[in-house]
């Protein structure tokens, strides 16, 4: 069984994603910020949808679920259990938990909770693809917002260890901004030359960088680098950096500033 992932832009820099099953004809649509693109992407593509997958509550993700739900009442709408007990994601209708399974297209997928942008974030793993919201994005990471440094960082790692050919669906266009910070943590990192100059060329374009993939991103993210020798450097120079947590830490803050 193929599922086939299509890139649905939304607002200003946002994806949407439509999980589609040709065989059933149907669509599980990931983080809808606006109903509008994404049902006409669904026409387009010939496929209802079947459910809503929502990687955290932030409205630039979720802002179009009342719309979905306007035009298809039954849509269940999923979210994390901590974004239900908070009641943060319109019209949740099941909260999940870590490694809770879902099926779609007879693939299975894992939600894994990895807060940090926000404590009920989720990533949706399965069939060599993970969508990972606002928790790792090709060349960067969100901002952590509601956890904690260590917690994103522990976030970060889990996503990391996925098989290196896992194609990564992220929620927001900022890879080639996020590898010109990268350029500047490693200066001498070619791999990071190297993708930040085809980012651009696609930018260029006005095509979309998606999907990454893990091998690409331990070879160039910066925040997935605690390890490298020139990432230390850089967190040094920026205060503690004894521990991966605190290289992240420095490396997070510098973002932020950029
Ligand atoms: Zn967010």
């Given at each position: 069984m193929t599922l086939e992932v299509l890139v649905i832009p939304l607002l200003?820099?946002?994806?949407?994603?439509?999980?589609?099953?040709?065989?059933?004809?149907?669509?599980?649509?990931?983080?809808?910020?606006?109903?509008?693109?994404?049902?006409?992407?669904?026409?387009?593509?010939?496929?209802?949808?079947?459910?809503?997958?929502?990687?955290?509550?932030?409205?630039?993700?979720?802002?179009?679920?009342?719309?979905?739900?306007?035009?298809?009442?039954?849509?269940?709408?999923?979210?994390?259990?901590?974004?239900?007990?908070?009641?943060?994601?319109?019209?949740?209708?099941?909260?999940?938990?870590?490694?809770?399974?879902?099926?779609?297209?007879?693939?299975?997928?894992?939600?894994?909770?990895?807060?940090?942008?926000?404590?009920?974030?989720?990533?949706?793993?399965?069939?060599?693809?993970?969508?990972?919201?606002?928790?790792?994005?090709?060349?960067?990471?969100?901002?952590v917002f509601e956890g904690t440094m260590p917690q994103m960082r522990a976030s970060l790692a889990r996503l990391a260890s996925l098989p290196a050919s896992t194609r990564l669906w992220v929620g927001h266009e900022y890879t080639a901004r996020n590898l010109e910070f990268a350029a500047t943590v490693e200066p001498e990192n070619v791999a990071v030359a190297a993708r930040l100059e085809a980012v651009r060329r696609r930018r260029a374009a006005f095509e979309t960088t998606m999907p990454g993939t893990i091998g690409e991103e331990l070879a160039t993210n910066p925040m997935l680098r605690w390890d490298a020798e020139a990432v230390l450097r850089f967190a040094a120079r920026r205060g503690a950096a004894a521990t991966p947590d605190e290289v992240f830490a420095r490396v997070r803050e510098a973002k932020d500033a950029f």
């Open positions: 200003r820099d946002n994806h949407g994603y439509a999980l589609v099953d040709r065989s059933s004809g149907t669509a599980v649509v990931i983080d809808p910020s606006e109903a509008d693109p994404v049902s006409t992407a669904l026409h387009a593509a010939s496929v209802r949808p079947v459910a809503v997958w929502c990687t955290h509550h932030h409205a630039d993700h979720v802002g179009g679920v009342p719309g979905l739900l306007e035009r298809h009442p039954e849509l269940p709408v999923l979210g994390s259990a901590f974004d239900l007990e908070h009641g943060r994601i319109p019209g949740q209708t099941r909260g999940l938990r870590d490694g809770d399974e879902l099926v779609h297209g007879g693939v299975a997928f894992d939600a894994l909770s990895v807060p940090g942008h926000t404590l009920g974030a989720l990533a949706y793993v399965g069939a060599g693809h993970a969508f990972t919201g606002d928790t790792l994005f090709l060349a960067g990471c969100g901002r």
